[in-house]
């Protein structure tokens, strides 16, 4: 009779490669499931409604579960106004990230800075939860801030590549500069959500204005292969 081997692994089985998990691993990839989806409906709230729409109740209503079941997952109110900001930063990231490269530094900082006024635009309940303090009982706490350092990284390279290509002052840190940029930027935002501009149209001309006036204090060196033009 012939002896047939047996082995370990049926190969022709269908579980084959598939890992297996504790009961524990299980549960927690469930409820990060389930947190993931509580913090979509909450996004989903945030942009048909605005950020005051957001509460507990209302986001357990659109899941159709109990607000025991958001709190157990969030703590509190709070816990989710935190992953909406870290969903925010994700949006405003890749708003940055599908402007194109170029190799004018000074024309690079005028197209991210279009980007951000179109993130506020087209994100303005994101816009109004991150920066506008539409949660009042919300404060980023380090993620938050780290998730927002993420977000604006485009421009911290930017800035840093130009200081070592000689195109704008290395005398004032970093930090220093992308902080100034990013706090006139959102004074003009802000102002314009206040209703203190106009409309949009007119916002958006002071908004690039501004936007011009930053590049042409920072850029104060042409640019390597420009020079200054010979009248």
Request: charge should be negative.
């Amino acid at each position: 009779m012939k002896v047939i081997p047996i082995h370990n692994e049926d190969k022709s089985s269908p579980f084959t490669g598939r890992t297996l998990k504790t009961y524990q691993e299980a549960r927690l990839q469930n409820t990060e499931n389930l947190r993931k989806l509580v913090v979509d409906a909450a996004a989903a709230i945030l942009q048909e409604e605005g950020p005051e729409a957001v509460t507990v109740r209302k986001v357990s209503q659109k899941m159709g579960c109990s607000t025991k079941i958001i709190y157990s997952l969030f703590v509190n109110k709070e816990g989710l106004a935190q992953q909406l900001y870290l969903e925010g930063c994700s949006l405003l990231a890749r708003q940055f990230e599908e402007v194109p490269p170029s190799a004018n530094l000074r024309q690079h900082l005028l197209d991210l800075g279009e980007a951000f006024w179109q993130f506020g635009q087209e994100h303005s309940s994101y816009y109004k939860l991150m920066f506008g303090g539409a949660f009042a009982e919300f404060k980023p706490d380090a993620e938050s801030m780290q998730g927002t350092l993420t977000a604006i990284r485009r421009l911290q390279v930017l800035i840093i590549t130009a200081q070592q290509q000689g195109i704008i002052s290395d005398q004032e840190e970093t930090g220093a500069l992308v902080a100034a940029i990013w706090s006139s930027l959102h004074g003009v935002i802000h102002l314009y959500m206040g209703g203190f501009l106009g409309d949009a149209e007119a916002a958006h001309t002071v908004y690039k204005q501004t936007m011009a006036m930053l590049a042409r204090s920072l850029f104060t060196a042409p640019e390597p292969g420009r020079g200054e033009s010979k009248g």
